[in-house]
């Protein structure tokens, strides 16, 4: 079974407009984190925001907010107030407590595109 | 605080030679992941190392495939050997820790072309 999964390959927005990008997650491990990196075309992954599974509320950074629902396994990305500078792969990781050295497991990623 | 260097950012052989990546770790992170990116896909875990040991390489091809952390210097991602298919961009990370919500930091990859 996929550990991530992202079902959007690829999502349009209107600039200034808010958009939500979709993460489930598949564990048994009681103690795990959820990230999501942003990925422009120059290729680098750049880190926005982090979910712990023990978190009470929702993270949230600027412009970037995590729609955690632990019961569904979702952790969703919502981004406010789109800019065109936003246009880049976004990939959902997860992080679980009890694999050794706790690697990575990202989904297959979803490209946003901002119309102006 | 210079961030994860890798290097060469752009990589180009031909079948048959071999590729050496190296990276070198956020300054005083002593644990280093390799993922590897194909065309079109998320990152793939390959192996995690710490310094002078591999401590899991579940994500490593059997063969062609190497990696290292040695005491002094960065950490060399070696692939012997290669082929068409292993043409992808090539990531390391390091992290302060292992713990959960610790964030990996990753470098800006390399992107090995194999002619």
């Known amino acids: 079974a996929q550990k991530i999964t992202q079902t959007q390959p690829g999502m349009f927005v209107q600039e200034k407009e808010a958009v939500t990008l979709d993460c489930t997650y598949d564990?048994?491990?009681?103690?795990?984190?959820l990230f999501w990196y942003k990925q422009p075309s120059s290729g680098e992954m750049i880190f926005l925001i982090y979910q712990g599974s023990y978190d009470q509320q929702n993270a949230t950074e600027g412009r970037y907010s995590l729609n955690f629902q632990k019961a569904r396994k979702s952790a969703n990305l919502v981004i406010s107030a789109s800019q065109l500078g936003d246009s880049a792969m976004y990939f959902c990781?997860?992080?679980?407590?009890?694999?050794?050295?706790?690697?990575?497991?990202f989904g297959t990623g979803t490209s946003l595109t901002v119309i102006p | 605080n210079a961030g994860v260097m890798q290097n060469p950012r752009h990589l180009v052989r031909r079948r048959g030679q071999e590729a050496r990546l190296r990276c070198s770790p956020m300054k005083g992170h002593s644990h280093v992941y390799w993922y590897r990116q194909l065309p079109e896909e998320g990152l793939k875990f390959m192996v995690y190392?710490?310094?002078?040991?591999?401590?899991?390489e579940s994500g490593m091809p059997k063969e062609r495939f190497s990696a290292e952390f040695p005491k002094e210097g960065p950490s060399i991602l070696r692939i012997q050997q290669v082929v068409r298919g292993d043409s992808a961009a090539y990531f390391c990370a390091s992290s302060p820790g292992t713990s959960v919500g610790n964030e990996q930091f990753f470098g800006p990859g390399t992107r090995l072309t194999v002619l």
């Open positions: 190392l710490q310094k002078e040991n591999i401590i899991d």
């Open positions: 564990t048994s491990d009681p103690s795990y984190g």
């Open positions: 990781a997860m992080r679980e407590n009890r694999n050794t050295g706790n690697q990575f497991y």
